[in-house]
């Protein structure tokens, strides 16, 4: 079983700054083909659905973001690790972070979740 380490989250002002972490378990040679590993960040607020904040192509070629956070978040990935940078937080930021990952060999795992919280 897959496991993801997620870490970075609590409680920051509006307008602060966040980075979120996540990490898989075990050796990165363990993800080959590493072309087929596809990580991103979903959140779900109280009351809310889940929703794709950020995914990055595995190449690095390009990134993808929701509409409400383009500008102020960055997503990155390093093998088997991705980051979220997050910037001007607002308070409709808060939510249950997840760390995804997907894998054609693997399948699909997710993170225990985060929590961001951002106070007027």
């Known amino acids: 079983q897959v496991q993801l380490t997620e870490s970075g989250g609590g409680l920051v002002q509006a307008g602060g700054s966040l980075r979120l972490s996540c990490a898989a378990s075990d050796h990165p040679s363990d993800y080959y083909p590493m072309y087929k590993l596809a990580m991103a960040w979903f959140r779900q607020a109280p009351g809310k659905k889940r929703e794709l904040v950020a995914a990055?192509?595995?190449?690095?070629?390009s990134t993808g973001y929701v509409d409400s956070v383009k500008v102020r978040f960055i997503v990155s990935r390093d093998n088997a690790k991705t980051y979220l940078q997050m910037s001007s937080l607002k308070p409709e930021d808060t939510a249950l972070y997840y760390c995804?990952?997907?894998?054609?060999?693997?399948?699909?795992?997710w993170g225990q979740g985060t929590q961001v919280t951002v106070s007027s």
């Open positions: 990055i192509n595995p190449s690095g070629a």
């Open positions: 995804f990952l997907d894998h054609s060999r693997l399948g699909r795992y």
